[in-house]
């Protein structure tokens, strides 16, 4: 089992920069699959990015794409999602997510993901 805690979130203008983390405890860690959510009030959640245990496979929603850029430090039992030229549309609560489930070709779907952190808050203002 693991347990995640996001932090970075922050309220910030439009065209700025934040970086989350993910921090998971648990030794298994380098095992897990990894993604972001983000859920707007009134929406559902939607899927941000994704990477594979190793780093090897890495995925964006297109309205991320080329803004955002997941890492993960298996050494430090974290990922990260940098986050650049921030929209007032990317406000949310950003929540991390961990699989051991094979996640290619479902990256996206937020059932996948047995693991949960509580979420941290973005705002971004025009």
């Known amino acids: 089992q693991v347990q995640l805690v996001e932090s970075g979130g922050g309220l910030v203008q439009a065209g700025d920069s934040l970086r989350l983390s993910c921090a998971a405890s648990g030794r298994t860690f380098s095992s897990y699959n990894m993604g972001w959510f983000r859920q707007a009030p009134g929406k559902e959640r939607e899927f941000v990015s994704a990477?594979?245990?190793?780093?090897?496979?890495?995925y964006y929603a297109d309205s991320v794409k080329g803004r955002f850029t997941i890492s993960r430090d298996n050494a430090k039992n974290t990922v990260y999602l940098q986050m650049n030229s921030l929209k007032p549309e990317d406000t949310a609560v950003y929540y991390c997510?961990?699989?051991?489930?094979?996640?290619?070709?479902?990256?996206?779907?937020?059932?996948?993901?047995?693991?949960w952190g509580q979420g941290t808050q973005v705002t971004v203002s025009a």
């Open positions: 997510a961990g699989t051991v489930t094979n996640i290619r070709g479902s990256y996206s779907q937020s059932r996948l993901y047995e693991y």
């Open positions: 990477v594979t245990w190793g780093g090897s496979n890495i």
